[in-house]
């Protein structure tokens, strides 16, 4: 293992190949899972007794949620490897990985918001668990925005990242605001210290939609991280060689 | 130690720093984070006089009563500790039931009646089928029977 060199994956030029390689499978896998999760959640699934077919919502709602906050914490852990180690490539995933999770948040924000007119009779209260997501979106905004704003790239990384690293403090505070304080939105049916507290069918079809999710994720972050690579390396030997190749 | 081993625990540490700050602060202010206050909380006169607030529990059951113009509503919030008598005029949601959770936003007025400006409600993390449901109510009335209530 120690003979293994990690370095040699950090290297954009290796990178790019592989990369290019492993995205038609993500989005494959990612495609038939959804439809697969779409089907068991939309026609397998039974009406739930308090909520009827409003509840179908959980099948969307809930793995962006999740994936709002999954991604937020690696591009956290790429930022904060990027600060450490000065590796080009941690930063460039870090600003790939930033576009999705945002679409994650909104969805979350949206579709909650589609739900929670006809089941609280709201579209938007400021409890602890909307607010808290909402700064999420806030934060994705705020990383895209002061990287776009600054010229050069290296330091436009090192402030992206910076806002990253603190706005990871909130990822915590989003999942545990429905235990810590009174809130409107309703505690996790799915954690890890208890059994889930749904039917056995609702939760299979919501986590192959979580899957198929993190596989969509996955596969947007590469290309948008393979798209980041050949901007920032146009003038380097191996991105001429690779264009004359093909030319 | 390698300068990047010392970066990586700087930074760790920056983030531990910034959790416990963040931690102390939200402690502060953890009573205005509270979104609702329970019945006991009012009767114990902590929620605020002065200005609006929400009161959250459960329907109390039997206590919903609609007036015939079709949009008032007289119910109780409970907590199984303390209710409070709640006026409402307007549309109650769909998932507005006795013995259901409930969040309402409004002010006592002196007869300490909790006059409502607006209803929501907050329902809980189980999803099941019809027919679970009705499946589970019918065993916990069979136990209520079988151990009689001391």
């Known amino acids: 293992m120690s003979n293994f060199n990690w370095y040699k994956y950090s290297s954009p030029a290796t990178f790019y190949g592989l990369a290019g390689k492993m995205i038609p499978w993500f989005y494959g896998v990612a495609a038939l899972l959804c439809v697969a999760g779409l089907y068991l959640g939309l026609f397998l699934a039974p009406t739930d007794f308090q909520q009827s077919d409003a509840y179908r919502i959980i099948f ?163 290309s948008r991280a393979r798209s980041i690579i050949l901007e920032r390396e146009k003038n380097s030997q191996w991105v001429a060689q690779m264009v004359e190749g093909e030319a | 130690m390698k300068l990047r081993h010392k970066k990586l625990i700087l930074v760790a540490l920056a983030v531990i720093a910034l959790g416990v700050v963040a931690a102390l602060v939200l402690n502060a202010f953890r009573s205005n984070l509270v979104f609702f206050f329970s019945p006991t909380q009012v009767v114990k006169g902590e929620a605020p006089r002065d200005r609006s607030f929400r009161v959250g529990g459960l329907v109390e059951k039997g206590s919903l009563v609609r007036e015939k113009d079709g949009v008032t509503a007289h119910f109780r919030v409970t907590d199984t500790l303390q209710t409070i008598a709640v006026d409402y005029t307007g549309l109650l949601p769909d998932l507005f039931k006795e013995g259901k959770g409930v969040v309402t936003e409004g002010r006592l007025n002196d007869r300490g009646v909790f006059v409502a400006t607006q209803v929501l409600a907050k329902h809980d993390e189980n999803y099941m089928p019809p027919e679970a449901a009705s499946a589970l109510e019918q065993a916990q009335k069979a136990q209520k029977t079988l151990v009689a209530p001391k």
């Not at chain 1, 793995?63 to 956290?76: F, G, L, Q, R, S």
């Not at chain 1, 945002?102 to 009779?121: D, E, R, V, Y």
């Not at chain 1, 910076?162 to 809130?183: D, H």
Request: glycine fraction near 6%; hydrophobic fraction near 65%; include cysteine.
């Open chain 1, 60 to 222: 969307i709602h809930v793995p962006a949620a999740w994936m709002a906050m999954v991604i937020y914490v690696v591009m956290a852990c790429w930022a904060a490897l990027g600060l450490a180690f000065n590796t080009r490539l941690s930063f460039m995933m870090a600003s790939a990985l930033a576009p999705t999770g945002a679409l994650m948040t909104f969805i979350s924000l949206w579709t909650g918001a589609l739900w929670g007119k006809p089941t609280w009779g709201a579209w938007w209260v400021w409890d602890a668990r909307l607010t808290s997501e909402l700064i999420l979106f806030f934060l994705y905004l705020g990383f895209m925005a002061l990287q776009a704003a600054i010229d050069d790239p290296r330091r436009a990384d090192r402030a992206g990242a910076l806002i990253a690293l603190v706005g990871v403090v909130n990822v915590p505070i989003i999942y545990f605001s429905v235990r810590w304080w009174n809130t409107l939105h309703q505690g996790a049916s799915v954690s890890v210290t208890k059994s889930p507290s749904m039917a056995a069918i609702m939760l299979a079809g919501m986590l192959v939609m979580a899957l198929a999710a993190w596989m969509y994720a996955i596969a947007a972050a590469l």
